[in-house]
């Protein structure tokens, strides 16, 4: 039973300069593509009661919160579901976060990604760090507890100071998650064609994010995932769902699903899904060697690790003895615990993790 659902809300006013994610700013639009989404969300959701909800993007408060409740009562939810939407600091306002709160939204994700209003303009980014500073205050405000914030580090001229000056300042306006993305440059952004300089390497992005670690201990964040810290009870609990390998509906223009083994995409181009959004481009029926691979690529994400116990059981193997090459060479590089049941990745292997997943995957 599928008890998980996403939205992809594709539209942005401008690009920002290091995204490659499929969006587009073309708001005329947004008309036409609501339509387009209510009818693949009245299609192919089988009316089972949610437990998380989560509305992304591209920039979902381009929607109108009227159109936002028109999406939302599609849905049947559980009374304590979480339900997330994706903010940019830019537009909101009181009344926006007090309109979300009273249809039922009840945790936000605000795209900061700095505080530094240099960099900021350099990115691309629409606002500025007052305006970042004043959705968090309207967010709380307007009764939401759990806010969440998105960085990234290693950004053109950004410094150890700068990243560690961001987070600090996050945590003292009370927000109760933080997500840290180190700065990729990938074909289809801005910086793929237009390089910037004064980004940082790999050893420098590596030594901000363990500066990073330590300073979410220090103020009793939890480290849960590879790129995500919570206060205690304010994990996502919709990503928890993408990491624990549950199943999921993915409604909108390229957004993918995972419905009873068969993992799926919808088209990336807007006019091709606006004219017929039941059309999937991508079908795939997973193996069972899929997915114990899956399992094991995204349980060591976790920072609980891989219940070694639970796979044994679901896939009838011996994991140590399956994998105990690749267990013996990372447990003696100190990139790898192997603690009674648990198999999870040190801090250190976190740095490396890429190339530990690859060979789990070999």
Not at 23 to 31: R, T
Not at 197 to 213: K, R, V
């Amino acid at each position: 039973m599928v008890k998980n659902a996403y939205i992809h809300i594709p539209f942005c006013k401008s690009k920002c300069k290091y995204c490659s994610f499929i969006s587009y700013p073309k708001l005329e639009l947004k008309e036409q593509y609501l339509k387009a989404l209510k009818l693949e969300i009245t299609s192919k959701y089988r009316n089972e009661k949610l437990n998380t909800l989560y509305i992304g993007g591209g920039t979902p408060s381009t929607l109108t919160v009227n159109e936002i409740e028109q999406l939302l009562c599609l849905f049947d939810t559980e009374k304590d579901a979480e339900i997330t939407i994706e903010l940019n600091p830019e537009t909101m306002s009181f009344e926006y976060f007090r309109g979300l709160k009273d249809i039922g939204i009840n945790r936000v994700s605000l795209g900061c990604q700095t505080f530094n209003d240099d960099i900021l303009k350099r990115i691309g980014r629409r606002h500025n760090s007052q305006q970042a500073i004043d959705a968090v205050a309207y967010a709380k405000d307007a009764g939401f507890k759990n806010i969440s914030m998105d960085f990234i580090y290693g950004l053109p001229n950004q410094t150890l100071q700068d990243f560690s000056s961001d987070l600090n300042k996050a945590i003292s306006l009370g927000v109760t998650h933080i997500s840290l993305y180190g700065l990729k440059i990938d074909e289809g952004c801005y910086f793929y064609e237009h390089r910037p300089e004064n980004i940082a390497n790999d050893d420098i992005q590596a030594d901000m994010y363990l500066n990073a670690c330590k300073i979410m201990k220090e103020n009793d964040f939890l480290h849960y995932e590879i790129s995500n810290f919570a206060k205690k009870g304010c994990e996502s609990r919709h990503n928890l769902n993408y990491w624990y390998n549950n199943s999921y509906y993915g409604f909108g223009v390229a957004a993918h699903g995972y419905i009873e083994g068969v993992r799926y995409a919808n088209k990336n181009e807007l006019g091709d899904y606006i004219k017929n959004p039941l059309i999937c481009a991508d079908e795939h029926k997973i193996t069972q060697r899929e997915m114990l691979e899956e399992e094991i690529f995204l349980g060591l994400r976790k920072s609980k690790g891989l219940d070694i116990s639970a796979i044994n059981r679901k896939f009838g193997i011996d994991f140590k003895e399956k994998y105990s090459n690749v267990i013996d060479k990372y447990q003696k590089s100190g990139y790898l615990n192997f603690d009674g049941n648990i198999c999870n990745l040190t801090e250190s292997g976190i740095l490396v993790s890429n190339v530990i997943l690859v060979d789990f995957l070999d």
